[in-house]
């Protein structure tokens, strides 16, 4: 299958016309990461998004309980994106991300999407409108997670 043809299975650019998934293609890096890898470590730069090809990834924040584990807080697979705040902000990365299995990934640049902005700002905003509605999604859900555990906090802290 080409790059083109996953970038069209991709919910990030799912609606993109043909001209702009070529244009997306370009500046796409196909990196691969073998299972146990850290692909990049909380409080590194933020540099790229990476769109999972193959494989998944778990991303790991630090565990409140032992100061040397790390928690997963979840699993991305094939189609799936992270790093995806390197684009919107330009702090250090805010948790770990391991190969879970080996790791077939695109690699988006933030300089990429930067150039994009001066000479494609129609394209770029397209990009960063599907991006926002991701982490969207992913904030909503959060936040009925964190709902949840503070239900189960206060059930458990009543016996």
Known sequence: MSSFE??????????FSHAELLKIDKMAQKVRFP???????????G???????????????PSPEEEELEDVVSVLGPGDLFGEM????HEPRSATVRAKTEVKAFRLPREYFEELMREESAL???IYKRLTIILSHR??????RLGIANR????????
């Open 139 to 144: 904030l909503r859900e959060t936040t009925e």
């Open 47 to 61: 540099d790229a998004l990476f769109l999972v090809r193959e494989g998944e990834v778990e991303v790991l924040t």
């Open 6 to 15: 996953l970038f069209r299975k991709i919910p990030l650019f799912r609606e």
């Open 86 to 89: 390197a684009l919107v902000e």
């Open 152 to 159: 189960i906090i206060r059930m458990t802290s009543r016996k």
């Open 35 to 45: 299972p146990g890898t850290i692909i990049f470590s909380r409080g590194d730069a």
């Open 124 to 126: 770029a905003l397209k």
